[in-house]
């Protein structure tokens, strides 16, 4: 089964910084991490999910939601299996649920990743929270 553990969010005040982590199976038959595409998204209560940024399956691609851009980025290690978002000058508009997304099959709720090919989100993180205010 292919679980995927973010970890790293927080309380922060407007102008701070945090690191998400996101640790993906390495030994998970039918999945493999280094070739899938990955990505972060965001939600808060009573709005759709949000697509964040995305990275290609060795790092050479990346793209951000134009919110973002400049503030956040996105990298990985594949060694690791470990996948990262860098948020600095966070805002309060930044707070929500941020979740964890690879591609590889079809996870609901229904979500596409840019790699630069677009590809469905397969697999969902459980989410960690962020929390930018005074």
């Known amino acids: 089964q292919v679980q995927l553990v973010e970890s790293g969010g927080g309380s922060v005040q407007p102008g701070g910084s945090l690191r998400l982590s996101c640790v993906a199976p390495t030994a998970v038959v039918g999945y493999s991490y280094m070739r899938s595409c990955m990505g972060w998204f965001r939600q808060i209560p009573g709005k759709e999910r949000e697509w964040v940024a995305s990275i290609s399956s060795l790092g050479g691609f990346t793209s951000y939601a134009d919110s973002v851009k400049g503030r956040f980025t996105i990298s990985r290690d594949n060694a690791n299996g470990t996948l990262y978002l860098q948020m600095t000058d966070l805002k309060p508009d930044d707070t929500a649920m941020y979740y964890c997304?690879?591609?590889?099959?079809?996870?609901?709720?229904?979500?596409?990743?840019?790699?630069?090919?677009?590809?469905?989100?397969?697999?969902w993180g459980q989410g960690t929270q962020v929390s930018v205010s005074l």
């Open positions: 997304a690879s591609s590889g099959g079809e996870a609901f709720p229904q979500a596409t990743l840019t790699c630069p090919a677009t590809l469905r989100v397969g697999y």
